[in-house]
């Protein structure tokens, strides 16, 4: 059986978990933290999420796990048929992934703790939050999903990419990606409703004292 490596908390690791449950692939769940022992014998950066597959290789980042489930297990795919929407799909993962997260990742420790930033760095993640804002708006669909009828890997990278746009753009930036992009929230409504993101939703809630706690041993 394949194994995740990682923890709730992590908006990389439910990204992974929900494209396996939305599959239908059975997996076990091995929660472990960066940088610990464990998980540093599954992946050499000491990132989550990882995998271990069912012949004992171990994998990680986000983006070559749900490659590698798409390529080993094609039933009931993630991405489209038509080469060219595929296209759109792995565009759209690209623009939530840097454009979106990775920039709004900046100013996290700002959220989180008493980090300050000078006006500079909150002026440059704000114009690419507006860059990446400006072009999910160009390029998705909502017809619901983001590239039209079916649902794919790029919806499931969405939902968790905007985890961190979400709290970082109100409290520091003034500025909200739920009103930045026309059509997005009634799509995350919609994503959220589901029973898997319901589910990783509550394992999230749960995981967040244990993901603290480790948090602050750490300091």
């Given at each position: 059986?394949?194994?995740?490596?990682?923890?709730?908390?992590?908006?990389?690791?439910?990204?992974?978990?929900?494209?396996?449950?939305?599959?239908?692939?059975?997996?076990?769940?091995?929660?472990?933290?960066?940088?610990?022992?464990?998980?540093?014998?599954?992946?050499?950066?000491?990132?989550?999420?990882?995998?271990?597959?069912?012949?004992?290789?171990?994998?990680?980042?986000?983006?070559?796990?749900?490659?590698?489930?798409?390529?080993?297990?094609?039933?009931?795919s993630l991405f489209p048929q038509d080469v060219e929407v595929r296209g759109r799909v792995r565009q759209l993962i690209k623009i939530s992934e840097l454009y979106l997260e990775l920039a709004a990742r900046r100013l996290l420790p700002a959220v989180l703790g008493s980090v300050e930033f000078p006006q500079a760095t909150l002026d440059e993640v704000k114009t690419v939050l507006d860059r990446g804002a400006y072009s999910l708006a160009a390029?998705?669909?909502?017809?619901?999903?983001?590239?039209?009828?079916?649902?794919?890997?790029?919806?499931?990278?969405?939902?968790?990419?905007?985890?961190?746009?979400?709290?970082?753009?109100?409290?520091?930036?003034?500025?909200?990606?739920?009103?930045?992009?026309?059509?997005?929230?009634?799509?995350?409504?919609?994503?959220?409703?589901?029973?898997?993101?319901?589910?990783?939703?509550?394992?999230?809630?749960?995981?967040?004292?244990?993901?603290?706690?480790?948090?602050?041993?750490?300091?």
């Amino acid at each position: 059986m394949l194994i995740l490596h990682g923890f709730p908390f992590s908006n990389y690791h439910n990204i992974v978990k929900h494209a396996l449950m939305q599959k239908g692939v059975p997996f076990e769940e091995h929660i472990v933290y960066p940088n610990t022992p464990e998980m540093l014998a599954v992946n050499p950066t000491g990132k989550a999420p990882a995998m271990t597959t069912e012949k004992g290789t171990h994998l990680s980042e986000s983006s070559v796990l749900v490659e590698y489930l798409e390529d080993a297990y094609p039933e009931h795919s993630l991405f489209p048929q038509d080469v060219e929407v595929r296209g759109r799909v792995r565009q759209l993962i690209k623009i939530s992934e840097l454009y979106l997260e990775l920039a709004a990742r900046r100013l996290l420790p700002a959220v989180l703790g008493s980090v300050e930033f000078p006006q500079a760095t909150l002026d440059e993640v704000k114009t690419v939050l507006d860059r990446g804002a400006y072009s999910l708006a160009a390029l998705a669909k909502f017809g619901p999903f983001l590239v039209g009828s079916e649902l794919t890997v790029a919806d499931i990278y969405l939902r968790y990419a905007l985890a961190i746009p979400k709290m970082v753009g109100p409290a520091k930036l003034d500025w909200n990606v739920m009103e930045a992009v026309p059509g997005l929230f009634e799509w995350d409504t919609m994503m959220a409703s589901t029973e898997i993101a319901q589910i990783i939703d509550a394992d999230q809630a749960a995981n967040a004292a244990d993901f603290m706690a480790y948090i602050s041993e750490k300091k």
